[in-house]
């Protein structure tokens, strides 16, 4: 894993949709390598924002290496307003305007 750099993350935290980061978070369980160390895997996430997520190291790290070093290398993406799927090729969202939706 990349080092921590807590700066990034202290003031994020109160910004992050935790609900939403939580919910993408455990929809990668399935696509996690065997070789991801435990205490980098989503399935640790609490179910809410810890009462001072900035002084809590372990948390933080978590936090970091699911925003920082995880990659979707193949897989879709879908807005759950409207429903639209976007594929992920090679890392890559195709998240272009298709003609029929202008």
């Known amino acids: ?8 993350l202290t003031s994020n935290p109160p910004r992050l949709n935790y609900p939403a980061f ?3 978070a455990q ?3 399935p696509c996690i390598p065997p070789n991801l ?5 989503p399935s ?3 179910q809410s924002l810890p009462p001072q997520p900035e002084d809590d ?3 933080l790290s978590l936090i970091h290496a699911l925003l920082i ?8 993406m879908k807005d759950e307003k409207d429903g639209r799927v ?4 090679n890392g890559i969202p195709n998240m272009m305007v298709m003609e029929d939706e202008v």
């Open 1 to 8: 894993p990349s080092p921590l750099i807590k700066s990034l």
């Open 22 to 24: 939580l919910k993408a």
């Open 27 to 29: 929809s990668l369980i």
């Open 37 to 41: 160390p435990s205490t980098y895997h």
């Open 44 to 46: 640790n996430l609490p």
């Open 57 to 59: 190291s372990p948390f």
């Open 69 to 76: 070093d995880v990659n979707v290398e193949e897989g879709e």
């Open 86 to 89: 976007y594929r992920i090729k």
